[in-house]
């Protein structure tokens, strides 16, 4: 078994390792810290829960070392809460380093940002949007990085972030080492790593199945109309404790908020509406167990790391699997069992094949779907149509 000690980190990192329970290495870090230690560009691919963060923070504080409070780092996150996390991750990490690090996104004022720039960082993490505002303003200065990470690329892509990407990298010094991780290595994927990576070695943790063995997962086929009732049903039967509901949508977000409230479920949402502030302050109650749902869009499948967890519900399926697996990775944590339901009607019925094609087998199922009915139909003039419903 190899450990920590035996990929080349100082003592200082071991030390901050061991404070954070860190026993062993998982299969991303193995593959990953020896070779950004040694200064290859990297395209990565790993699943939520995998380590992937420790993955490229570790390497990133053996290169810095010493704090020169100059942006030395900068990595690039598609979501508030995902820079938080990453944040969190550096600053516990380089706990005995003493390097500075700072989260830059939207939704929020500047001048606390702003503030802890002028102090002198060594790391940024930040969201394209405010960095590249923060950059054009003149507050903050990139042209010294020498580490680029794109973390979630797939994600980058899918939120639209590539123009803002492209006008900070063009700011950026071209002799750097660039790492990029994607829960998925499509085309797309491809040609993002084509334009900004020098021949980068591809590195794969469990890409042949994705398997979350600690969750078990159960689809319940329902219509549209039933699903409130169905959700507040399971809430009580299965006595859920700390639950995340995933909905496509923000405004559906708030109507199944308030269909939880009208039977006395205590229920609060977070969304891309809602101010940074208002989000933190609503995660920080959830983690306090001030109440037990929170509804969620897609804002909060990727960055969140709650431990305690005990249920995922997909109220609305997801059109990729790929974010299936990301919802789901929610639960299940830390080596805690945890448990995914996901309601699906008529017209998603088609997603539960990706889905179990991505996972490598299927899941379990409760209730049947009706079958659709062939039902004689009014002939028109020329044809044999028949009418399906």
């Given amino acids: 078994m190899t450990t920590f000690a035996e990929l080349g980190l100082s003592k200082s990192t071991l030390s901050a390792l061991v404070d954070a329970e860190y026993v062993e290495p998982t299969e991303i870090q193995l593959n990953t810290i020896p070779l950004l230690l040694s200064g290859v560009d990297i395209m990565g691919s790993a699943q939520t829960g995998s380590g992937k963060t420790a993955a490229f923070a570790l390497p990133i504080i053996e290169c810095l070392q010493e704090p020169e409070k100059r942006p030395r780092a900068l990595v690039m996150v598609p979501t508030r809460e995902l820079a938080l996390q990453v944040e969190e991750q550096f600053v516990k990490f380089s706990k005995y380093n003493k390097l500075r690090c700072v989260t830059l996104y939207g939704g929020t004022g500047y001048e606390k940002q702003s503030r802890a720039l002028k102090r002198g960082v060594d790391i940024i993490v930040a969201t394209p949007g405010r960095l590249l505002d923060m950059v054009e303003r003149r507050i903050a200065d990139v042209s010294g990085v020498e580490i680029l990470v794109l973390d979630e690329g797939d994600r980058l892509l899918d939120m639209g972030f590539m123009p803002q990407i492209r006008k900070v990298i063009s700011q950026l010094k071209k002799e750097r080492q660039t790492v990029m991780f994607s829960a998925t290595i499509d085309n797309r994927v491809h040609r993002l790593a084509a334009e900004f990576l020098k021949n980068p070695i591809t590195v794969k943790a469990k890409s042949s199945q994705i398997e979350p063995t600690a969750i078990d997962q159960k689809l319940y086929h329902v219509t549209e109309f039933g699903k409130d009732a169905l959700l507040v049903k399971l809430i009580a039967e299965l006595e859920m404790s700390s639950v995340i509901v995933f909905t496509k949508t923000k405004r559906r977000a708030g109507w199944v908020r308030g269909r939880l409230r009208d039977a006395n479920v205590l229920a609060e949402e977070i969304h891309g509406d809602i101010s940074q502030s208002q989000r933190e302050k609503t995660l920080s109650r959830y983690r306090d167990g001030r109440f037990k749902v929170l509804v969620a869009t897609d804002v909060a499948?990727?960055?969140?790391?709650?431990?305690?967890?005990?249920?995922?519900?997909?109220?609305?399926?997801?059109?990729?699997p790929e974010d299936y697996v990301h919802r789901i990775g929610r639960t299940g944590r830390a080596g805690r069992a945890g448990v995914a339901l996901s309601f699906v009607n008529d017209e998603q019925r088609y997603l539960i094949r990706d889905i179990e094609k991505v996972m490598g087998r299927q899941l379990e199922q409760e209730g049947k779907p009706e079958a659709r009915k062939v039902v004689p139909a009014r002939r028109f003039k020329n044809s044999g149509r028949r009418r399906v419903v």
């Fill in 301 to 320: 499948a990727r960055g969140l790391d709650i431990p305690s967890i005990s249920h995922v519900v997909n109220y609305d399926l997801p059109d990729s």
